[in-house]
């Protein structure tokens, strides 16, 4: 295999070639019933989103740190004839949970439709090469199967991402794949009719509710999983030291956490000003106009690793991680503003353990 494919010199590897020795070690152990065209079993696949230790030894990691029942329910749907809708706030691991399911289901994560306002039809279905086209007319030759059409072909599953985003008209074209399992190609007078193992798994913001609302008819075709954002905070930080220490790495960052403290920090800001209260519900605050999600700790935390190897001792400190912090918090530049100043004078200053940090963002203050 090339470097492309084992992921050895990419910045990310694909789910499937990143856990591959893992993936191959469930295959391995793996005796239960596997739906048509699967790769793994429903309780390998669960076993390898969540965690856990095999038979002979060999160690799972977990992919994603949440409802165990959230998981099995997504799972048990793709194993049905109704799609699969992982709905919820921007950053709970929709994307990723997507990802992972695809290349423990169908061996490959690599179909992917991403849903803008620009997206067409044909992304959905299928383009043509216009050069054969005018050359030769209407032909298979001639067509450029979209990653929907693919995965109808070959038996396998198709992630459409940020669906409601995807205008109403074009994300009707999904009803009769979804209810027929076929897709007319009228040009030619055929059909494509889906293989089994073909499903697809679509992502969706609740934020972006009334943005491109589902219909009613393409709503019914899909079971909806909603992702929560993370139950306790001891769960956020473990989410958040795990994608940055694998970040890091990834990026050949040479610095570590050393502590949780920094990470604890940043995860208490984020929970506490989208709760719009304190830890200790002592303090009520007001929440500002970013959604906060584990997503953007991760983010701040990782530019914290990163200005603490290249301009700092290695070591992230509160100083490495105040710049984002005060980016990801202020969005607005006059409500966000405010919110966070009141923050920082009622809640961080407060904290004799928090003096750093507090320094930190009122010296970034100053500068600006």
């Known amino acids: 295999m090339t470097d492309a494919q084992t992921g050895t010199d990419v910045l990310r590897a694909h789910a499937e070639n990143a856990y591959a020795d893992e993936l191959s070690a469930l295959a391995a152990v793996d005796d239960r019933p596997r739906p048509p065209s699967w790769r793994l079993s429903p309780w390998a696949v669960t076993t390898y989103v969540l965690g856990g230790t095999l038979p002979d030894g060999v160690q799972i990691t977990p992919k994603y740190l949440g409802s165990e029942r959230l998981v099995e329910i997504a799972v048990a749907s793709l194993a049905t004839d109704r799609a699969l809708l992982l709905l919820g706030v921007p950053g ?20 992917v439709v991403q849903g803008t306002a620009g997206t067409p039809e044909e992304a959905l279905r299928y383009g043509w090469n216009y050069a054969r086209l005018l050359a030769d007319g209407p032909s298979r030759a001639a067509m450029v199967p979209g990653p929907v059409m693919r995965a109808m072909e070959t038996g396998s599953l198709v992630r459409v991402e940020e669906l409601t985003r995807i205008p109403s008209d074009v994300q009707d074209s999904l009803i009769t794949i979804l209810s027929e399992k076929t897709l007319p190609i009228p040009e030619l007078n055929e059909e494509v009719q889906a293989r089994k193992g073909f499903n697809i798994i679509a992502t969706a913001n609740n934020r972006d509710k009334g943005v491109n609302d589902l219909s009613s008819a393409l709503r019914r075709r899909f079971n909806t999983v909603v992702l929560p954002l993370p139950d306790s905070i001891e ?12 970040l890091g790495a990834a990026l050949e960052l040479p610095a570590d956490l050393a502590a949780l403290s920094e990470v604890r920090r940043v995860v208490t800001v984020m929970r506490e000003l989208r709760a719009g209260a304190t830890q200790d519900q002592r303090t009520t605050i007001k929440s500002p106009s970013a959604t906060l999600s584990t997503a953007e700790a991760i983010s701040v935390m990782t530019n914290g690793l990163s200005l603490a190897a290249h301009f700092g001792d290695g070591t992230v400190r509160a100083q490495d991680v105040a710049a984002s912090l005060v980016g990801a918090v202020v969005k607005d530049p006059v409500q966000d503003r405010v919110i966070w100043q009141e923050y920082l004078e009622t809640v961080v200053r407060n904290r004799p353990e928090w003096k750093d940090l507090y320094r930190a963002c009122r010296d970034l203050e100053s500068s600006n």
């Open 235 to 246: 769960q956020e930080v473990e989410i958040v030291t795990g994608r940055v220490r694998s």
């Open 92 to 111: 709970t691991a929709k994307t990723w949970l997507g990802e992972h399911l695809a290349a423990a289901v169908s061996g490959s994560s690599t179909l």
